[in-house]
């Protein structure tokens, strides 16, 4: 595989994780992806959420939570009372509800500096995936596997790559900030 083939690759995931850090940060709405990162301590082993239950998201206002294994309810509970996600969980024996209150002004402006945060953390992760493929670019350079025009366009193309994934990113922030803002 080509040192650009390599980047882009990594371009894209890292775009993909800064995607879903944003999903796990939570709107007024109720997602799924809220509880995704969520571990159980099931039987005394820590297992996610996903691999004990299943999440549903009925309402715009409410999270249902199916465990496959209805002794599990009280762990899953438990948890997300533990969380720092300020949820509520209520159950009735067979599935688990968790209501998704409004934000608040105060925690709306909070999490939209989470989400530039965590946009910035996805630039710099970009940036680092540039900075190596170019050095790895004039690494062939000095090898004398291509010649200073190859790298002087790759690094340009490599410029250009970067340039369209960090504004990926600002869009998929600008995004995630104007759904925290919805009232």
């Known amino acids: 595989m ?8 990594k371009f894209k995931k890292a775009v993909e994780a800064t995607a879903g850090e944003f999903g796990s940060i939570r709107t007024g709405r109720a997602s799924p992806q809220l509880l995704e990162k969520l571990v159980i301590s099931y039987y005394g082993t820590n297992t ?3 691999q004990i239950a299943t999440v549903s998201a009925p309402e715009a206002r409410l999270l249902v939570i199916q465990p496959y294994d209805r002794n599990s309810i009280g762990d899953i509970e438990k948890a997300i009372t533990q969380s720092d996600l300020g949820f509520v969980p209520s159950d009735d024996g067979q599935v688990v509800r968790v209501p998704v209150p409004q934000l608040t002004e105060d925690r709306r402006k909070e999490l939209g500096k ?3 945060h965590r946009a910035e953390e996805g630039r710099v992760a970009v940036r680092n ?6 050095e790895a670019l004039r690494e062939e350079e000095k090898k004398g596997e291509s010649t200073k025009d190859d790298l002087h366009r790759d690094t340009e193309e490599m410029q250009k790559l970067t340039d369209a994934y960090i504004k990926e990113i600002d869009e998929l922030m600008e995004k995630k900030i104007k759904e ?4």
């Not at 925290?180 to 009232?183: G, P, V």
Request: charged content about 45%.
């Open 180 to 183: 925290l803002m919805e009232i």
């Open 2 to 9: 080509d040192v650009k083939e390599e980047a882009e690759r």
């Open 129 to 134: 995936v540039r900075r190596d493929a170019i």
């Open 48 to 50: 996610p959420l996903n």
């Open 114 to 116: 989470l989400v530039k």
